[in-house]
């Protein structure tokens, strides 16, 4: 909760408070073949070699060619195959289109601001820090319930705290659609 808290008001205020903020630095990188991948299993063997435990459990995704009229003929944009995985260390996309001696490599790598907004943000996490991030959310929802509850049974009557949640959620609503429009 502490992190959720920190993290959330640095990125909140980071603009305001001149807080230096997320830097991610892109490096693109094009790897010159001496012969073609014969099959999308070479393709994964040279990922994997060139860069170990990135992607042991992704699959590699194709993306079929596809043929686009012009005004006077067709342009074919040929068959890619490619790996991709986002994590919260950075994330690395490597691609190349058979027959051709070329594969590309986009990597992303984050600076700790960067590192801390994916971490706030659950990218790259596995499900027990999504669940985590879940329960925090349902535990700050049932916390505000429970306070304007009691404070009711102390201090008001229950057509006041139904007016009060009335405001809020007015309230809310009102400024989402304020900063929407």
């Known amino acids: ?3 959720y808290g920190v993290t959330g008001l640095w990125l909140q205020h980071r603009s305001t408070l001149k807080i230096p903020g997320p830097i991610t630095e892109m490096t693109n990188e094009i790897f010159h073949l001496e012969n073609s991948f014969h099959s999308i299993g070479d393709f994964k063997a040279f990922s994997d070699r060139a860069y170990p435990g990135w992607f ?3 699959k590699v995704t194709v993306k079929a060619s596809i043929s686009l009229p012009t005004k006077n003929d067709s342009i074919v944009i040929p068959e890619m195959w490619s790996l991709r995985k986002v994590g919260l260390k950075g994330s690395l996309g490597i691609s190349y289109v058979p027959d051709t001696l070329v594969v590309r490599v986009n990597k992303q790598d984050p600076n700790f601001g960067a590192f801390m907004n994916r971490l ?16 925090a959310a349902i535990g700050l929802i049932l916390f505000s319930f429970t306070g304007l509850f009691m404070w009711t049974k102390l201090h008001g009557t229950k057509k006041t ?16 659609l304020f900063n929407l429009l």
Not at 161 to 176: D, E, Y
């Open 1 to 3: 909760m502490l992190l």
């Open 56 to 58: 042991e459990d992704k």
């Open 120 to 135: 706030h943000r659950g990218m790259g996490t596995g499900i027990s820090w999504q669940f985590f991030g879940d329960l």
């Open 161 to 176: 705290g139904t007016v009060l949640f009335a405001v809020g959620g007015v309230a809310m609503i009102g400024t989402v």
